[in-house]
């Protein structure tokens, strides 16, 4: 009996491993898919049939994949009637479901209809994911695509993903290299996070020192924040604005919008190391922890004797929240940032721009008299104020150049700017807060999402 028995949960082990092979994991799931028995077979005679422009770059597209992975490219014509891979984009749903698209996988070939271009190189993605991996390919020059029907649609309007270049630079071809993946998972944002207090990453020409000296530091921390030592190793790079539009291009031949970050008011120490006139006070040393200890006592390392002296004003080289943030009492500091986003927003044909908003310590408005005078002359109530005050300041000159912008949750404190989007990071609250204000929301709270988290406690366990 207990042998019958272990060959009966044998039986099913192999029956279920079958069934689950013969299921395709497509991410993200699709709204609906149904499978078929049987098998199309992509052969170097299938053709790509592709009306128009938009769809034939996306043949193109696909004609890449297939030669990087297999070794071989397929044919582009305008229409086939068997053994195709068949590309076609019209209106066939109406909004919300924009960027929908259709596959059909039957014996003729594949059928990919797109709602839109976005949603037929969506279709392409899926049939990318259908395909047998370089790995599990035998060596039949056919690759195996089985029987499906599937209907799939976009449940968010903005997908995205961030990259944080300031605390950590990464090449163009890195940042292509993570685009194409935004691509392959249908995603449609790229999140692009320029600026903050360790690194000033994108060429500004009125403002040359933000590439000579605010994209540049003087040492990292070395292990996991706060840190064991600092590596005192010279670390930096920026983006020249030919490289932005290079990107920028580049993900815009995959559907994806590039949406800049220019952090402001706070994590503005690169900023401030290159013109320390943003600051409240300019004079102040910049306070650099060297090591764990350093961080709670705030001590900052004073040249010896016979040492030359070191700028005031220094690039941030370890990561947290600092004091010293753009002066709002100066009407110069809204004037470098004007001049600043005036050469970022022909670079980013993207609706929206990111302004950062969050993490800006008020120690220095409650203490600088130009911030208190603009406290007193715009009749504010608090430095909370002041800060909504900055940033709807910021938003006029962005709306008027038919921008919108986008703030971490904290721009709700003193008052929301009218037409700002929040991207809710400190949880969930701030989104519901800003939806009751009937604001635009994008939810992106730190646990579930901060892919730089941990999942435990040890140094290895970094995802």
Known sequence: MKKITGILLLTVQILHAQLQKQVPQIIPQPVSMQTGNGQFLVTKKTVIAANDEADRKTAE????????????????????????????????????????????????????????????????????????????????????????????APRFSYRGMHLDVARHFFPVSFVKRYIDYLALHKMNVFHWHLTDDQGWRIEIKKYPELQSRAAYRNGTIVGRYPGTKNDNIRYGGYYTQEEVKDVVAYAAAKHITVVPEIEMPGHASAAIAAYPWLSCFPEKETVIPSHPSDVSKGLIGIPGPGQP??????????????????????????????????????????????????????????????????????????EHELQSYFIQRMEKHLNAKGKTIIGWDEILEGGLAPNAVVMSWRGEKGGIEAAKQKHQVIMTPTKPVYFDYTQTKNEDSVT
């Open 309 to 382: 002296a070191r700028p005031i004003k220094k690039v941030q080289e370890t990561w947290g929240v600092f004091e010293d943030i753009f002066c709002a009492g100066k009407d110069s500091t809204f004037l470098f940032l004007q001049a600043v986003l005036d050469e970022v927003v022909p670079l980013f044909p993207s609706q929206f721009i990111h302004v950062g908003g969050d993490e800006a310590p008020k120690s220095h408005w409650k203490k600088c008299p130009a911030c208190q005078a603009r406290i007193k002359a715009e009749g504010l109530k608090d």
């Open 61 to 152: 597209y696909l004609n890449e994949y297939l030669q990087l992975v297999y070794g071989f490219k397929l044919d582009v014509d305008k229409q086939e009637s068997k053994n195709y891979i068949r590309l076609v984009t019209r209106k066939f749903i109406k909004a919300p479901d924009k960027d929908a698209y259709r596959l059909s996988v039957t014996k003729d070939g594949v059928i990919i209809e797109g709602d839109t271009y976005a949603g037929t190189f969506h279709g392409v993605q899926t049939l990318i994911q259908l395909l047998p991996s370089a790995a599990s390919k035998t060596q039949s020059p056919d690759l195996v695509v089985p029987f499906v029907s599937i209907n799939d």
